[in-house]
């Protein structure tokens, strides 16, 4: 069973501090729902907040003994290079333990190819996770995508 994530970016959702109990929570919840779901590999883009905290909850399977993988697709070549140092270096940390890490485009960081990533994920994935208000936005983009696709939605309201 191969699951994906997408959701809102931090300042949507929680903030940067992903020590902040409500993204502990959904870190969590993450976990209950790959190991509800039974997956095997879990698909994350490597976005800033959602992506992240469901990247660092497979991690943390792993540590516990759950056989899983962590697939991370990157959309583009600069994808953290306007991130904060301290951001940059634990997705730096999360690539190096990743199973498989997919460059989706070896282009340079364009909006558009946010997109194609999430394509990519959900073509792949049976059941996507999905961190989503309801609002427009990139992630209702990829919700209306993964519709298209007649793919499962795990809808977690904010």
């Known amino acids: 069973m191969k699951m994906c994530v997408i959701g809102h970016r931090p300042k949507k959702l929680y903030g940067y501090d992903l020590t902040d109990p409500r993204w502990v929570r959904l870190k969590n919840d ?16 490597m976005a800033l907040g959602v992506d992240t905290v469901f990247a660092l909850a497979v991690l943390e399977l792993q540590k516990e003994g759950y056989d899983i993988k962590l697939h991370c697709a990157i959309p583009c070549k ?14 730096k940390d999360i690539l190096s333990k990743a199973d498989t890490v997919k460059l ?55």
Not at 30 to 45: P, Q, S, V, Y
Not at 78 to 85: A, I, L, Q, R, Y
Not at 105 to 115: F, I, R
């Open 30 to 45: 993450f976990k209950d729902i790959l190991k509800r779901n039974l997956c095997d590999e879990a698909i994350t883009g």
């Open 78 to 91: 600069n994808h953290s290079c306007k991130w904060p140092e301290k951001s940059i270096l634990q997705y």
């Open 104 to 158: 989706v485009s070896d282009e340079e960081y364009k909006p558009w190819l946010m997109q194609k990533r999430n394509e990519y994920m959900v073509d792949l994935a049976d059941v996507i996770i999905a961190v989503w208000d309801g609002s427009n936005s990139g992630t209702g983009n990829c919700v209306k995508y993964a519709q298209k696709c007649g793919k499962e939605i795990i809808q977690i309201q904010p």
